[in-house]
């Protein structure tokens, strides 16, 4: 019996060291998941469209200055910001992306903005930007997205550059926000939204704004928001290879998940993880970093969240 209405969200791979987790904090976390993944209910509880869920899940996930998309973008390595963000619709496969923009407020409304407003598919920098200013989207300066963790982060990846190490903290490398949910009538859709990599240089993008890799949407399989080392995921075309292999293989939403997941990402320095929804209502949220901010939502309204390993609780 397939769901009513379903929504899951990810607040990025780059999960805080559970050593470094205080109750504070972990509250915010839990706090920062549950807004957003009320806002995606209530559209789909007032019989709204997955699209539409899916926009304003990940709206208000990069209002959350603590994730790494919208108001809490990382830096680049001269100090930058410059957004990615996509967004498409598994009833038509219409879909929007922007890269490396800087100054709307909310980079997923420009993606929507590319898709319905544009024949386009992608739009980068100030042409982006320009149809976010025609399409009248509202706009924010600087101190807007600025928060000290990022631009600490930023100078502290840059020094270990200096030194010749590599940067492996997860909380420091990564970062997106995404959604993904089924609609009372069975469609689905799936956004993405990232600052990208923090001390990225700049003009780099990442997997986030590539449909099929960090973005899909295909009614008859899934929807699917990733996060994690966005150039393997482009590699692998993740998002896409899990509807792929539920199309052509067979597999249920959460086998073709694990697959890619820990077979195909893992063993190619593709830490990260995703979430997932088919057209059943089932959800995975499969990572194979040390976590993940993650939750869901059904018909029952309550919010379930999770950060590391434990199990989903109500937020
Ligand atoms: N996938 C994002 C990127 O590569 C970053 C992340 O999710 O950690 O831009």
Same mark, same amino acid.
């Given at each position: 019996m397939p769901a009513d209405f379903a929504l899951a969200l990810h607040?990025?791979?780059?999960?805080?060291?559970e050593s470094a987790l205080t109750p504070a904090k972990e509250a915010e976390y839990h706090a920062s998941l549950a807004r957003p993944l009320r806002a995606g209910h209530r559209v789909l509880a007032d019989g709204g469209s997955a699209l539409d869920a899916v926009t304003a899940a990940v709206c208000a996930l990069e209002d959350e /200055?603590? !994730? $790494?998309?919208? =108001?809490g973008s990382v830096f680049t390595s001269t100090g930058k910001q410059e957004m990615d963000a996509s967004i498409m619709d598994g009833s038509d496969r219409r879909v929007g992306a922007v890269a490396g923009? !800087?100054? /709307? =407020? $909310? /980079?997923i409304l420009v993606a929507r903005a590319v898709m319905e407003r544009t024949p386009y598919v992608t739009m980068i920098g100030t042409g982006a930007e320009a149809l976010a200013r025609s399409a009248g989207l509202p706009f924010e300066g600087p101190e807007y997205f600025f928060t000290e963790q990022r631009w600490k982060a930023m100078q502290e990846t840059l020094a270990q550059q200096a030194r010749g *190490? %590599?940067? =492996?903290d997860e909380q420091r490398r990564h970062g997106t926000v995404g959604a993904v949910a089924r609609d009372r009538r069975g469609n689905l859709a799936a956004a993405t939204s990232t600052g990208g990599m923090? *001390?990225?240089?700049?003009g780099r993008v990442g997997d986030s704004p590539v449909i099929g890799a960090g973005t899909f949407a295909e009614n008859g399989s899934c929807a699917i928001s990733c996060t994690g080392h966005g150039e393997v995921f482009i590699r692998w075309v993740a998002a896409h290879e899990i509807s792929a292999r539920m199309r052509h293989?067979? %597999?249920?939403l959460v086998d073709a998940c694990e697959h890619v997941v820990m077979k195909d990402l893992k063993p190619n320095d593709g830490s990260g993880g995703l979430v997932a929804v088919d057209a059943d209502g089932t959800i995975a949220m499969p990572f194979n970093s040390a976590g993940m901010y993650r939750g869901r939502i059904g018909p029952d309204g309550v919010a379930l969240t999770a950060i590391h390993r434990e199990t989903l609780r109500a937020s």
């Open positions: 607040g990025g791979a780059g999960t805080i060291l /200055p603590l !994730f $790494n998309a919208g =108001r923009i !800087f100054g /709307p =407020r $909310n /980079p *190490a %590599e940067d =492996r923090s *001390a990225k240089l700049s293989l067979g %597999e249920c």
